[in-house]
């Protein structure tokens, strides 16, 4: 099963290598991991994608919370929550069948140079995933980078 994790850490060094070494020591693989700063440049928030079963995955977030860097920690996997991953994509396609398939399915062209773009898609992962496929069936993709998750929980969700 999926399961996606949010701490807010300290913001200092060696911290994001010891909640990755603890998910690593116990065999998990991360599957994206995603670390930035908050409004508060003392904190950042990490967000883990990790597929296992839910008692080992309970148990590995039960002991990142006793991590001295950790502040908070809560597996979103079953809150109400927003995610959002960002993929930015080289492709080679015809120019005017690019522009229609972008329009249609909402990426955003960043740059065009002779037949090859650079293209950017944001939304769920499953839906990144179905952007991709969908550029395979236009053109032919030279090169992709995505960011991973990042997941916030809803303000209907903590607001009350």
């Known amino acids: 099963m999926r399961h996606l994790i949010s701490m807010l850490l300290q913001n200092e060094a060696g911290a994001l290598a010891r ?3 603890l998910f690593a020591s116990r065999g ?3 599957e994206s991991l995603t670390v930035a700063a908050t409004h508060d440049d003392e904190v950042s928030r990490l967000t883990l994608t990790v597929y296992g079963d839910d008692a080992t995955v309970e148990q590995v ?3 990142s919370a006793k991590l001295v860097d950790v502040i908070e920690i809560a597996e979103l996997t079953r809150r109400e929550h927003l ?4 993929s930015v994509v080289r492709v080679e396609a015809e120019a005017p069948v690019l522009d229609a398939y972008l329009s249609r399915a909402g990426g955003r062209l960043l740059e065009r140079t002779g037949g090859h773009a650079v293209v950017e898609y944001t939304g769920r992962t499953d839906e990144v995933d179905g952007f991709i496929d969908g550029l395979r069936e236009v053109g032919a993709i030279a090169d992709q980078a995505r960011s991973g998750v990042a997941a916030v ?3 209907s969700a903590v607001s009350g």
């Open 61 to 63: 977030v039960k002991q």
């Open 153 to 155: 929980e809803r303000a």
């Open 19 to 21: 909640v990755a070494g």
């Open 28 to 30: 998990y693989n991360i």
């Open 83 to 86: 995610e959002r991953e960002l």
